[in-house]
């Protein structure tokens, strides 16, 4: 016993230093947050007590709103589109051999570790309507009728973000999803192989099925990463053009250090984490299910 | 699988496709970096006729991304290393040491994990300010080592979780004393979770924008992400420059991926897929 107790003083002793950073920089700020939320407060002199009122003109602003709107259809279409892509490659590459899937994983996963800022720049000029590569592929193969303006058009603007946010986060559910599908014994596949079953048959009844988990996983972990949408959207439009593409860092940045509404700017913060935790149980509920074990 | 060879090359060519959507972007900012800007407007699909280094060192220089990039590799440089020991001792702790609400604290940990930054930006702000820090290494620094901790000290905790508790008692038996344990049986067997949880963190703070644009802004020490967004606005149009400064930003990354993608595939889906 004399042991335990040792073990677990050094234990509580290795766990305070951290504990208290987390303490300091995520606990105590997300309380603040919380009763900064009910303050009306411009970041000098006193906060006075507002009660729902932030919350009221966060709601009522069509601005914030849009934000809203705008975080959860790019959270959603680049989860969406960035797990189909993952998912269509890990089988894809499951086909091929080791080394040449090998190669391609490698190449496919790239993009998800270019800090997204040095994306954003480079989609900058991928979609500049003059010198972009875009617009000039678009002349070179006698389309330029289809050329756009792309991040400043209303059309194009969010959907060329979108693009790019997939671009960027296929990769590592590609990876998460051949890791699960290739931990797949092959004699599950024998019996409906003898049968005729062609690879897409397989896949749809025996492959998906089993890796259900990592696929709930993988589409969690992208959705979770996909709301933190400030870097890309700063750099390619700044949430323009009108706002058009502005999402809720975005405005929310402004609102406090621009219009120094610091109470408003918590609620959207406070309304923000339950988006983001409906949106994740959601995901949890749709693909919900049985999990076969093998 | 079985695949026949018509098969396999269709697969080939639908992946090969991707791969060029991938490629083609980057390629196109280290070429762009090499050209002039006359050459360049005069056709942007050509490889430079001579190297122009010029940008490089313009960027470097003019455009101070030299400096935006020091500040950065002392941030990150500090952040990582920090984070490595606080959550290895913490990760060692709450899965080895007997800490009383070991599985509470756990599970604590992965929702702070999962907490978006937006909802604490304004009071973390705050804070720092209180504390004098603003415009200071220290107040992006450790913000950063604190929202790291979470996911570290998980990803710590279940890889000495696998460290057979046997081994840690014939230790103690044998009058190892804990720091001992610590420092020379076990940190040494989780290697592979130092060095991931190393990627990780290093490739979340080097491209952070929200918080450094929060704190950074109104100072003169900037970290790579807002000193190249800056020069992006300034420049305009001059092309080679900001492919260059892209550039400086991005070979780091890319030599980092190549060495440890070993370790970055492996920390990817370690413990969550079955052997």
Known sequence: MKIKQRTMRTGVAYLIPAVLFVLLFSVIPFFWNFVLSFQKWDGFGSPAAAGFRNYLSVLQNPLTRRAFGNSVLYAFASTFGGVVLGLLFAVLILRLSQKEGGIFRLILYSPAMLPTAVVGIMFVFFFNPEMGLLNSFLRLVGLGGLQHIWLQERGTAMACIIFVAIWKCTGSVMMLTFAALQGVPRSLYESSYLDGASFWQQMKSIGFPLIKPMILLATINTLGAQFKSYDLIFTMTQGGPADLTATVPIVMKKTAFIYGSFGSAAAMGVLFTVVVAISILLIRRLLRGETYEY | ?275
Do not use: H
């Open chain 2, 1 to 275: 699988m079985n695949t026949n060879r018509a098969g396999a090359w269709v697969i080939r060519i639908v992946l090969l496709l991707f791969v060029l959507l991938v490629l083609y972007p980057i390629f196109f900012v280290l070429l762009t970096s090499l050209k002039t800007t006359s050459e360049f407007y005069k056709n942007i699909w050509l490889l430079p006729g001579r190297a122009a280094w010029s940008n490089y060192a313009y960027a470097w220089n003019v455009a101070k991304i030299g400096d935006y990039f020091l500040t950065s590799v002392i941030v990150v440089g500090i952040t990582v290393f920090a984070t490595l020991i606080l959550s290895a001792l913490a990760g060692y702790g709450l899965a080895r040491l007997n800490v009383p609400g070991a599985d509470a604290i756990v599970i604590g940990i992965f929702l702070l994990s999962m907490l978006p930054s937006e909802s604490i930006l304004m009071p973390a702000y705050l804070l720092v300010s209180k504390l004098g820090f603003t415009g200071t290494y220290a107040s992006v620094i450790l913000p950063y080592i604190s929202w790291g901790l979470p996911l570290s000290i998980y990803i710590y905790r279940n890889f000495f979780q696998t460290v057979p508790n046997e081994i840690l008692e014939a230790a103690r038996i044998d009058g190892c004393r804990e720091t001992g344990i610590f420092l020379r049986i076990v940190l040494p067997i989780v290697r592979p979770a130092t060095v991931t949880t190393a990627i990780f963190t290093f490739l979340g703070w080097w491209g952070e924008m929200l918080w450094a644009s929060v704190e950074l802004s109104a100072s003169k020490l900037k970290t790579l992400p807002l000193g190249i967004t800056a020069f992006m606005q300034s420049a305009g149009t001059d092309w080679g420059p900001l492919c260059a400064a892209s550039a400086i930003i991005l070979v780091p990354v890319i030599v980092f991926f190549l060495f440890t993608q070993k370790y970055l595939v492996a920390g990817l889906t370690g413990g969550a897929v079955k052997g």
